[in-house]
């Protein structure tokens, strides 16, 4: 009985002892895999100095990948980009845009850009009562009075009397149109219906300027006389309707904006018009697409006898529009140099003979602050 209760006693003993070292086995591998793997739980939220060593190291590791991620995205980045070689035409071509004394990459001219309008700005009544006389009287003062004076002038002269004609350019060299023909860059346009005296055209051909005569009645659709070009269109101050143009195969009037487009030309150094009472319309058409900025001298001859195609309204009103569209000329630089009325003209101003004016008066404005 003594033996048995002793035997049981071992028994239990050494259970506990078995148990005790396998609690103790646990632990000590539990505290190891807090040091050098995840980190024990902490009771009073302070880092041990093991888990402190644990941070860094995670930390260095992130920067460490952040920085290798970065450089080979800055490779990435760098890949594409060209280099060229040292006497490559391309780097040649960069070196001359870079250099502004390089003749051959002129830098692209600004453009003034031009607000959209629809309509022209009328200036106030010449008195309270409109009447046409006032309206008149201000409107012939104008157009008689020059602004500018020319030291030279083209003139156009009659082939057998010899004498001074209708139209005049401005050959003064404070003007650019001098300078332009003297470095070949001269080109004028001439707008008329059966004109058979072009001295003033032959003149400036012979000084060496680039000459398009515009008649819609000409037979050919271009050709080339005595070293000018002669084209079967004329200027008008609308473009013409599809439909028609398909169906007659060619166009006869095109606005003074699609013909320099067709043709290619950015400016004209002389716009010489007879549009036989059409230029007031055709006038405020230059005036509100500004395509007088593309014009360095403006010939113009206007009828007075009647408003004009396409101008409405009573008497003085037509005369203060007559008047608002040269002041249009002027606030866009142009200046009055040259008058010619023809004393052989009816005297007629609206059907009326109104201070004795003619009924036609050729006029020449130059562009001051024309710079091609």
């Not at 290798?68 to 845009?97: N, Q």
């Not at 106030?124 to 012939?140: M, T, V």
């Not at 319309?281 to 004009?308: F, P, R, T, Y």
Request: glycine share 4%; hydrophobic share 35%; with cysteine.
């Amino acid at each position: 009985m003594d033996m048995g209760r002793e035997r049981l006693t071992w028994g239990l003993l050494l259970r506990v002892g078995i148990l005790l070292t396998a609690v103790c086995v646990c632990i000590h591998v539990y505290l190891e895999k807090g040091r050098w793997g995840t980190p024990a739980p902490l009771a009073l939220g302070h880092p041990t100095h093991s888990s402190r060593d644990w941070v860094q190291q995670s930390r260095t590791k992130q920067v460490s990948a952040e920085a290798e991620e970065l450089g080979r995205s800055i490779k990435r980045r760098i890949s594409y980009v060209r280099t060229l070689k040292k006497d490559s035409p391309a780097r040649k071509r960069d070196a001359d845009r870079k250099d502004p004394s390089t003749p051959c990459c002129p830098p692209p001219r600004p453009h003034r850009k031009q607000t959209p309008r629809w309509h022209i700005d009328l200036e106030p009544w010449a008195s309270e009562s409109h009447s046409l006389e006032d309206e008149a009287k201000r409107f012939l003062n104008y157009i008689t009075t020059p602004q500018v004076s020319c030291a030279s002038l083209a003139i156009e002269e009659d082939a057998q009397e010899r004498t001074k004609g209708d139209w005049a350019a401005c050959l003064d060299p404070k003007y650019s149109l001098t300078h332009r023909i003297q470095s070949k860059h001269c080109r004028v346009y001439s707008f008329g219906l059966g004109v058979d005296d072009r001295s003033l055209e032959h003149t400036l051909t012979r000084a060496g300027c680039e000459v398009h005569l515009f008649d819609p009645s000409l037979k050919q659709p271009h050709s080339q006389q005595a070293e000018m070009w002669l084209h079967r269109l004329s200027v008008d101050w609308r473009d013409p309707n599809p439909a028609i143009v398909v169906q007659r195969q060619y166009v006869s009037t095109k606005k003074l904006a699609s013909i320099l487009n067709d043709f290619g030309h950015r400016q004209v150094d002389v716009l010489k018009a007879d549009m036989e009472s059409a230029e007031w319309k055709i006038l405020e058409n230059l005036v509100l697409e500004g395509v007088l900025d593309s014009v360095g001298q403006l010939l113009l001859e206007l009828h007075l006898h009647w408003a004009g195609f396409e101008v409405g309204g009573d008497d003085p009103s037509v005369v203060r529009y007559w008047f608002s569209l040269l002041k249009e000329l002027e606030h866009a630089s142009f200046r009055l140099f040259h008058v010619h009325s023809d004393p052989a003209k009816p005297r007629l101003f609206l059907h009326k003979n109104v201070l004795n004016a003619s009924s036609a008066y050729t006029l020449s404005w130059v562009n001051t602050e024309w710079k091609p």
